[in-house]
T-cell receptor
Framework: GAVVSQHPSWVICKSGTSVKIECRSL??????MFWYRQFPKQSLMLMAT?????????EQGVEKDKFLINHASLTLSTLTVTSAHPEDSSFYIC????????????FGPGTRLLVL | EDQVTQSPEALRLQEGESSSLNCSYT??????LFWYRQDPGKGPEFLFT???AGEEKEKERLKATLTKKESFLHITAPKPEDSATYLC??????????FGQGTILTVHP
């Protein structure tokens, strides 16, 4: 199956700092990137959708100025949590959609963020 | 609004005891229904995609089926290594995935 990497796998930061999470599709090109978050014992919730080279579309209730998404290339997307607060502590997972629309929807291994 | 409901929330089985997980959905314009396995602290691992009512797919001890309103994930003779959270998600014509809450499966030896 396709390989998707996320970095870092976990991060602890102080309240008020910014954290950048990278998502790479290692063996395919992704024209669309989905970013999800998952709170403990809950399912995945879509945060935003981005297409390479254009602005991301955010789901209702997700602040676009707080969660900055950059999808500058077909193999790399970044999510930056700006001025993080404890309530942003969550498991962030990316999902790149392969160009050509394969039936499989791949997910990254996730990044655990803990804001103190 | 698209909705996905999974049941039961948790399921405990003895090794070898077959059972089924349910995923009920209401969506406008179903593009596909996905099943994933998720282990603690990891991203979802793809299992199956189903596109139309009547479709079935199998992989080892797992078989997924689809009707117009629900999908079942049948587990035959499960083993302890099958213990995980099983997630169901529906994809609309816009490409967005809407997930259910998941079923936590525990298989005891």
């Amino acid at each position: 199956g396709a390989v998707v990497s996320q970095h870092p796998s976990w991060v602890i930061c102080k309240s008020g700092t910014s954290v950048k999470i990278e998502c790479r599709s290692l063996d395919f090109q992704a024209t669309t990137m989905f970013w999800y978050r998952q709170f403990p014992k809950q399912s995945l919730m879509l945060m935003a959708t981005s297409n390479e080279g254009s602005k991301a579309t955010y789901e209702q209730g997700v602040e676009k100025d707080k969660f900055l998404i950059n999808h500058a290339s077909l193999t790399l997307s970044t999510l930056t949590v700006t001025s993080a607060h404890p309530e942003d502590s969550s498991f962030y997972i990316c999902s790149p959609e392969p160009r050509g629309g394969e039936e499989t929807q791949y997910f990254g291994p996730g990044t655990r963020l803990l804001v103190l | 609004e698209d909705q996905v409901t999974q049941s039961p929330e948790a399921l405990r089985l003895q090794e070898g005891e077959s059972s089924s997980l349910n995923c009920s959905y209401t969506v406008s314009g179903l593009r596909g229904l996905f099943w994933y396995r998720q282990d603690p602290g990891k991203g979802p691992e793809f299992l199956f995609t189903l596109y139309s009512a009547g479709e079935e797919k199998e992989k080892e001890r797992l078989k997924a089926t689809l009707t117009k309103k629900e999908s079942f994930l049948h587990i035959t003779a499960p083993k302890p290594e099958d213990s995980a959270t099983y997630l169901c998600a529906v994809q609309t014509s816009y490409g967005k995935l809407t997930f259910g809450q998941g079923t936590i499966l525990t298989v005891h030896p």
